[in-house]
T-cell receptor
Framework: DGGITQSPKYLFRKEGQNVTLSCEQNLNHDAMYWYRQDPGQGLRLIYYSQIVNDFQKGDIAEGYSVSREKKESFPLTVTSAQKNPTAFYLC????????????FGPGTRLLVL | AQTVTQSQPEMSVQEAETVTLSCTYDTSESDYYLFWYKQPPSRQMILVIRQEAYKQQNATENRFSVNFQKAAKSFSLKISDSQLGDAAMYFCAYRSFTSYDKVIFGPGTSLSVIP
């Protein structure tokens, strides 16, 4: 089955710790995205990548980092510089170009201990 | 900058009835895409329907249809014959032609379906 997987489903972070959220897709999509969702709010873009080895900051990139070494993978690291990381994180992908729609993974909930 | 507004934080509908969710947006562009996404309790985002701004015909997808009013910058979603599985958060979203990798989401409307 084609789709997007995210792991883990739940993740706990201690103060001062970096954690990495996984996002993998087998849709052969060129573009991938990371969003953050806080309770009662819509999604906000953290980072996106249109092609391997290239990525751009979204609206709330501070305290986060990403890499795109492979087309199918776009991991997100939540660093200790992110002071309020508790949120729901959604990964998405789309085909390149201006005609396509984003498809989402099931999400990861990050909680701070 | 573009913005998306959903003025109804919560709505409810009786099973088998019809409900309309409102969405307005602000943009100076003439070409763009609009979307409705559904987020059930599982939290996964599911695309419900999309509309290209250059198309005058309203998009329809089974029980879901939109009323796209470009001049009024309005994009409402109508759900007909509501089912229990329609209960979810619904997000209206906008994507520009010029900044095509960024999708702007509204705050969402929580829809409850009453048996």
């Amino acid at each position: 089955d084609g789709g997007i997987t995210q792991s883990p489903k739940y993740l706990f972070r201690k103060e001062g710790q970096n954690v990495t959220l996984s996002c993998e897709q087998n849709l052969n999509h060129d573009a991938m995205y990371w969003y953050r969702q806080d309770p009662g709010q819509g999604l906000r873009l953290i980072y996106y990548s249109q092609i391997v080895n290239d990525f751009q900051k979204g609206d709330i990139a501070e305290g986060y980092s990403v890499s795109r070494e492979k087309k199918e993978s776009f991991p997100l690291t939540v660093t200790s510089a992110q002071k309020n990381p508790t949120a729901f994180y959604l990964c998405a992908s789309s085909e390149a170009g201006d005609q396509e729609t984003q498809y989402f993974g099931p999400g990861t909930r990050l909680l701070v201990l | 900058a573009q913005t998306v507004t959903q003025s109804q934080p919560e709505m409810s509908v009786q099973e088998a009835e019809t409900v309309t969710l409102s969405c307005t947006y602000d943009t100076s562009e003439s070409d763009y895409y609009l979307f409705w996404y559904k987020q059930p309790p599982s939290r996964q985002m599911i695309l419900v329907i999309r509309q290209e701004a250059y198309k005058q015909q309203n998009a329809t997808e089974n029980r879901f249809s939109v009323n796209f009013q470009k001049a009024a910058k309005s994009f409402s979603l109508k759900i007909s014959d509501s089912q229990l599985g329609d209960a979810a958060m619904y997000f209206c979203a906008y994507r520009s032609f010029t900044s095509y990798d960024k999708v702007i989401f509204g705050p969402g409307t929580s829809l409850s379906v009453i048996p």
